[in-house]
């Protein structure tokens, strides 16, 4: 099985943004910043409008203000970035344009980061996280009065009573601790250093990854709250600890 840390490399090369981004031919552009204006009155739910001179894409005109700008090379990123690095990029802007071989191939938005393989790599790096976790406290939970301890009363008859209904196919009661249980129990003995809230965040974060019809990004906001448990699962997973 690859550790955590093999499983996150492995992620950063598969995903990157030239996977969920629009390809520049499906872009609605501008000729002009005249036109790009008016596209975006007949298109109100597109923030940006691209401008499109000769085949190349040279500015855009934004809904909310009102302007148009050319394009800087704050707004562009490779078309390499990987998709967990992608969510950093996007907490500081609400967009921006993918560039591949010197030339702007697309176009990514912060609602983009719904896509299913945004979500999957958001899945994929919380299992580690969780695989990290409860490695890190493997010979604790041999102890009988571990769970009984470190659970609340209420928790702890849920997974009871869900480890009771599985009959013959259960296989013990962690299997029925959920991510915010397993990061809990670490906490508590001492393996891991995250807060209530970041818990709270990563099970929330958790739970819209592993299910088709909850999306990740809600508004802009939810962008932050993406781009710290990134960096809160990063920082745990390298150092298995806080």
């Known amino acids: 099985m690859p550790t955590p840390e093999e499983t996150l490399r492995r992620l950063a090369v598969t995903f990157t943004a030239s996977d969920i981004m629009v390809p520049r031919e499906q872009l609605v ?12 009155l007949e298109n109100p739910d597109f923030s940006v409008i691209p ?6 894409l040279t500015g855009y005109f934004e809904r909310d203000s009102g302007k148009s700008k050319r394009i800087a090379l704050r707004d562009l990123t490779s ?4 998709l967990l690095d992608l969510v950093e990029i996007l907490e500081c802007r609400e967009f921006c344009f993918v ?5 702007i191939s697309g176009y990514v938005h912060y609602s983009d980061l719904n896509h299913e393989l945004v979500k999957l790599s ?15 406290i493997e010979q604790r939970l041999t102890e009988p009065d571990f769970l009984n301890q470190n659970l609340t009363e209420s928790r702890l008859l849920q997974v009871k009573r869900a480890y009771k209904r599985a009959g013959d196919a259960g296989r013990g009661l ?3 601790l959920n991510v915010a249980d397993i990061l809990r129990l670490a906490v508590n003995a001492g393996a ?9 965040a990563i099970k929330d974060v958790r739970d819209g990854a592993a299910h088709v019809s909850e999306n990740l990004v809600r508004s802009y ?3 932050k709250k993406l781009a710290h448990v990134r960096r809160k699962c990063l920082q745990m997973i390298g150092s298995g600890s806080g």
Do not use: N, P
């Open 192 to 200: 891991m250093l995250l807060e209530e809230s970041d818990i709270v």
């Open 51 to 56: 401008i499109q001179r000769r085949s190349q």
């Open 99 to 103: 560039l591949s071989h010197s030339r």
């Open 79 to 82: 078309d390499g970035t990987s």
């Open 221 to 223: 906001d939810d962008v």
């Open 122 to 136: 958001f899945y994929v790096m919380l299992e580690a996280l969780e695989r990290a976790a409860l490695a890190s």
């Open 29 to 40: 552009c501008g000729k002009s910043e005249m036109t790009a204006a008016k596209l975006s």
């Open 174 to 176: 962690v299997s029925y």
